[in-house]
């Protein structure tokens, strides 16, 4: 499965998913054209951004679909992050249900259905001709792997199904850089201090290495991406394993250089029309959900970019398409 992720969001495939992400800021940019000077919640706009990028990239025509899917796991989300450090009796489950399992067991059940659905739907498009193969995205790659005649490299159906809900749930977390990382211990093994049985399940706090004034000076706290200038090992002190926002070694982040390509393209995208800055309304307050959250969102206050020649004239209304498109 790991690799049909690596397939579906590197090299050329990668490349063929930047018309969507295009159209998809481009979009996004109609909405804000609106709010020329108002107040725009942009914690809020980035879910929806990606999961419109990614239903579209991921799920192809089956667009529609995907943002179903994507709104059940992202209720999900929000479901595990509240129960993640919750101790339950193992088992207990089965015969006692609280509210949040009564939810994530519908959730669960909607998202089979949907799953289901889709790679039907893409079959059913190759076996009545419309489609002359499954496709490239991560949606045709999985039926292609299910039809697979080599058991070896066979997927079954629940297969697919828990690989999409596991896979899904982590690219929800794609807007932040807290995600846990987690590894399971093989051989009894020393950390610092502890000694860690075989078998433990540890999961390394990325935020307090990424706090660490002893690894990034100080001033860690503040916002400054100019740490950053003269690359990873001048920020963290030529410690650059301190620094793990997708992860490392074999089951780093998957869906990385989608995630890269995807911000590159927004940003680029929106400075180009717009200059922004913090709305007074705006209430610091980061939570932990699975990923750092802006408790009360992220306000901030548009202003459209003006460029005008010497003589007053206006060159430039920020009315201009991505540079990086055709058109
Ligand atoms: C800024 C955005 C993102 C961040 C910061 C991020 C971060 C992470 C992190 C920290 C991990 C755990 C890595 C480890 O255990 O070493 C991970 C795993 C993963 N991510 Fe992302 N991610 C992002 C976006 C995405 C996107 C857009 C996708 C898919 C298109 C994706 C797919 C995956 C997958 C499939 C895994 C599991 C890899 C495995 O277990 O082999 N991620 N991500």
């Known amino acids: ?84 450090f919750k101790v339950r009796i193992p088992g207990i489950k089965i015969f006692l249900k609280n509210q949040d399992d009564i939810e994530s067991d519908k959730l669960e059940r909607g998202m089979r259905d949907s799953i289901i659905k889709m790679i039907t739907a893409r ?57 846990n990382i987690t590894r399971e211990v093989q051989k009894e093994a020393r950390l610092g201090k502890l000694i860690v049985p075989a078998k433990t399940e540890v999961s390394p706090s990325t935020q307090t290495l990424h706090h660490n004034p002893q690894i990034w000076g100080e001033d860690v706290h503040f916002f400054k991406t100019e740490r950053f200038a003269q690359g990873i090992a001048k920020a963290t002190k030529n410690d650059v394993d301190a620094f793990l926002p997708f992860g490392s070694g074999s089951r780093n982040c998957a869906g990385m250089n989608f995630a890269l390509t995807e911000i590159k393209i927004a940003f680029s995208m929106i400075l180009q029309h717009y200059r922004f800055t913090l709305s007074p309304t705006y209430l610091h307050s980061p939570v932990h959900i699975l990923t750092i959250c802006p408790q009360y969102g992220l306000q901030i206050m548009l202003q459209e970019l003006q460029i005008t020649d010497p003589g007053n004239n206006l060159l430039y209304n920020g009315a201009v398409r991505c540079l990086c498109s055709d058109g």
């Open 1 to 84: 499965m790991r690799k049909l992720a690596n397939h579906a969001f590197h090299g050329e495939n990668l490349k063929g998913m930047i018309p969507a992400m295009i159209d998809s800021v481009e979009a996004m940019l109609g909405r804000w054209k609106q709010n020329e000077m108002k107040e725009i919640e942009a914690f809020q706009e980035f879910k929806v951004l990606t999961s419109e990028i990614i239903s579209r990239t991921a799920f192809g025509s089956s667009y529609l679909e995907g943002k179903n899917l994507f709104d059940m796991l992202t209720k999900m989300a929000v479901i595990v992050a509240r129960n993640n």
């Open 123 to 179: 079959e059913e498009e190759v076996l009545m001709g419309k489609l002359d193969n499954y496709g490239t995205d991560f949606l045709g790659l999985l039926p292609k792997a299910h039809h697979e005649t080599v058991l070896a490299k066979k997927i079954t159906i629940d297969d697919l199904i828990d690989e999409y809900e596991h896979d899904n749930l982590r690219i929800l977390t794609a807007i932040s850089s807290c995600f």
